[in-house]
């Protein structure tokens, strides 16, 4: 009889260990398909005119772009003040220079609004990767939880096999005292 309940509660450990064995299993499959997608984002193909439009941004909204670009409206309007006669291609109300000026603008911002459009898909992509992260890690916590929840029943469930045990073998010592007693 106790090398039955010794066997009955070794087989009983090693279900135990297998439904853990079980839950980092599922846990790993779970995790699986979240990991391969954060490691392996998907390559970005991009047109044409998107890396035009993105060159343009980078540069357009620079220092180095506002700088040159000043430097160069400075020559303008220095030359055409100071230009004689027939060299002055564009004087002092500088029409030219404000049609140019206007032209650039109407250009440049309808570019730089793409390549902002793609950052903002970009950002999207981040954002649903820091989800999955998040999802990763509620996962590995429901895991632990599980985990956690099953080594307290099987605990429990040993104590009162324990218990069990030990009250039949009270009673068997008791009922020994008892047939010594009226012996």
């Known amino acids: 009889m106790k090398k039955e309940s010794i066997e009955k509660l070794l087989s009983d450990e090693v279900n135990h260990l297998d439904k853990l064995h079980q839950i980092v299993k599922k846990t790993i499959d779970d995790e699986e398909l979240i990991i391969h ?19 343009v941004a980078m540069f357009g ?8 670009f ?24 500088f029409i030219l220079m404000n049609l140019i000026l206007s032209c650039i603008a109407a250009l440049q911002a309808p570019i730089i609004m793409m390549s902002q459009n793609r950052q903002e898909e970009k950002d999207r992509e981040r954002s649903e990767n820091d989800y999955l ?3 990763k890690a509620e996962m590995q916590i429901r895991s632990l939880n599980k985990k956690i929840d099953l080594l307290l ?3 429990i469930k040993t104590l009162f096999e324990t ?16 047939n010594k007693k009226t012996i």
């Open 70 to 93: 000043f430097v160069l409206l400075t020559i303008w309007i220095v030359f055409n003040v100071l230009a004689l006669g027939v060299y002055k291609f564009d004087p002092y109300p």
């Open 163 to 178: 218990q069990q045990k030990q009250f039949e073998l009270l009673n068997e010592i008791n009922l020994k005292l008892e």
């Open 37 to 55: 997608n954060l490691t392996h984002p998907p390559i970005e193909n991009l047109t044409q005119g998107q890396l035009i439009s993105d060159k």
């Open 153 to 155: 029943e099987e605990q």
């Open 61 to 68: 909204g620079s220092w180095k772009f506002i700088i040159s």
């Open 133 to 135: 992260i998040n999802l």
